[in-house]
């Protein structure tokens, strides 16, 4: 059977449907889930979605993190079941503290949408395993606040642990410290990245299919666990 990975629809998700296409091109069982229910329906893995969970009031994710799904996400992400957090949902895991920093507004004042060239700088998460360190790819970015920012001392730690999952190439298009697109935790099954892989794994519509490892990647991780 195929692996089950889970995308959550919040009030206000713009890009649940893409997510869950992009797992079912991976290969895996995609499943919808809901914001309301704390079911996550014996999934594998969750993805959390971009978009404008709750219509962004209070903060970007602040109103998400405190959903009844999230509950389970949160139990289940700290007993090891892989996590991807796109754009708004790397927003609700900032605000869940599955990851430390946040996300602000863009240091240009506004909405940028671009594809975005980025370089891989760990493979060494349940999301990444598919590519090589130091690849370079180009993935669709699209954001207000996308400002990734936190203490020296943690962006120090990120540097030092191998934990900046992918950095931004050709200039900094939103202010992020260090040109950081994404990051991981520790164990390297939560990950949170700015720009939109499910955006770019049909060439019909996107600039390659550079997004299509970070979901095939799940399914070698949770292939490697059987």
Sequence with gaps: MAPKVGVVTFPGSLDDHDALRAVRLAGAEPVPLWHASDDLQG???VILPGGFSYGDYLRCGAISRFSPVMG???TAADAG???LGICNGFQILCEA???PGALIRNDVRTFVCVDQRLRVESTATAWTGDYTAGQEITIVLKNGEGGFVADEDTLDRLEGE???VARYLGGNPNGSF???AGIANERGNVVGLMPHPEHNVDPLTGPGTDGTPFFSSVLSF???RV
């Design 43 to 45: 999934v594998d893995a």
């Design 72 to 74: 389970s996400v949160i």
């Design 81 to 83: 079941m892989p996590v």
């Design 97 to 99: 503290h599955l990851l």
């Design 162 to 164: 191998g934990r900046v």
């Design 178 to 180: 260090r040109d950081i």
């Design 222 to 224: 949770l292939s490697a």
